[in-house]
């Protein structure tokens, strides 16, 4: 059974730096495309980040370009999510994801991925 468990969230200022971790369970990293979502209050989940079976191939929404980096463990089975600079915007529950896909690419759309977390709180304060 496929589980993903998101942790590393918390209560930060703005400028600040925050590691969220997801680990996971009943899966490779390696054979799972894997990616980071994350939803405001009153808004809809949005896509932030995603990164492919090979690790070649990554993408980010435009809002956190050059802020967030999307990086995965193998050994560990475990996905990152560095956020740096972060911003009052980037408020969220945060989610991980995960899509056992054909082929080595990588999307950031909700509708891809099968597998979910519980989610883990960040907050920004300005």
């Known amino acids: 059974q496929v589980q993903v468990v998101e942790s590393g969230g918390g209560l930060v200022q703005a400028g600040g730096s925050l590691r969220l971790s997801c680990t996971t369970s009943?899966?490779?990293?390696?054979?799972?495309?894997m990616a980071w979502f994350r939803q405001a209050p009153g808004t809809e989940r949005e896509g932030v980040s995603c990164v492919s079976r090979s690790g070649e191939y990554t993408d980010y929404v435009d809002s956190v370009k050059g802020r967030f980096t999307i990086s995965r463990d193998p050994a560990k089975n475990t996905l990152y999510l560095q956020m740096n600079t972060l911003k009052p915007e980037d408020t969220a529950i945060y989610y991980c994801?995960?899509?056992?896909?054909?082929?080595?690419?990588?999307?950031?759309?909700?509708?891809?991925?099968?597998?979910w977390g519980q989610g883990t709180q960040v907050t920004v304060s300005s």
């Open positions: 994801a995960a899509a056992r896909l054909q082929g080595d690419g990588c999307f950031i759309d909700s509708s891809t991925y099968r597998h």
């Open positions: 009943g899966l490779s990293v390696l054979d799972y495309v």
